[in-house]
């Protein structure tokens, strides 16, 4: 009876723990609590056999591969090898047999600049499939990560990486079609990729550029953390909206002590003479958002800052951080785009309102939503954690490869 009792306590206690009030929609619901759950016993487990306080924060300085390793726990070994791009450690994946010269795609994985690898399951899986299903070369960069790289050494990683990627010898190398590359990424990659998409469409030097850019669920602007999607997803995992702040303060160098100004819109307030208002418009949600997606929400407009703030991080206004805030004629040069963007996601609204603009640009864009999905899904398109929208997702993302490419 005791045993059964205690059972009955423990049982209850793990159902408190896993239960969170998610969202009406949100595809397998059940499967993202339990996946949230997971990522927070981690954490917590981790932080006592480090004695550290409980503060998700310091696994990023403590141990940036610890989180996602535990997920991804088996390494596939169908790989062409290990190398370098230009200087920056690579994984090269390349389907054998088919046509030649292959198509190629440069890709860049996520994990807020701190965390992840090309050797985590989830990208060898998505690079494996790319290269399989495309018949082509796919090359995943390992860039350096914060804390101990801050920006721009990520960017000037993935910078250096493209430059090389489209070189004639790379091609000669690896068999590519010059005329038929393309550089993606997820989340934080997706940032690093439109970066890369923005400054080597202007660079008129090249003798190859990017056929088309493709990016999944991209962060692209910090100076509004009240977008209509990070106040309706603020709560919903698996990237909360205080997270997201605490990855940009640590890619920029910054002190993480600025998080709550950041979400306050301290720094994007009126009286920062800093930002134009030619920035300001760049990311005006009002405008660039359909009015499905702005719903019932407001903008947070701050009439006075906190003083010195954008001084103490300048590349808040730095394209080459934030994309978001590139000039029209910037975007205009850039190649054709895929945006794939989830509903329940904080970073949803950075990814719709840059199509918008690169249409508005005149670039042709196809924006790939998935009104059932979360940040990250991608990766959760494989057993032992297979999300229907994931695999959806990644499914739906070759298919446009296969078609553009």
Known sequence: MRLRFAGAILLAVAAYYVYLPLPGGVSEPWKLMLLDALIRAFICSHILWSKMSCHVGNIFYQDKYFLMTIIDTFICSHILCDGVLGGVPSRIFQATGGRWPKRGVLYFHGGGWALGTARMRSYDFLCRKMAEELDAVVISVDYRLAPEAMFPDQYHDALTASRAFLSKEVAKRYSLDRKRLCVSGDSSGGNLAAAVAQELGSDVTLTAHFKVQALIYPVLQALDFHTPSYQ???????????????????YLGADPSLQLALLA????????????PAARSHLDWTVLLPAERKKEFRPLVVETGTPGLLGQVPALLDARAVPLLAKRDVLAKTPDAYVLTCEFDVLRDDGLMYAERLRRAGVRVTSDHYEDGFHGCISFAHLPVMSAVGRRAVDNYIRWLDHNL
């Open 232 to 250: 309706q997803n603020k709560a919903v995992p698996i990237l909360y909206r205080p997270v997201m702040a605490r990855y940009w303060l640590l």
């Open 265 to 276: 819109n301290n720094h994007s307030a009126l009286d920062q003479p800093a930002i134009s």
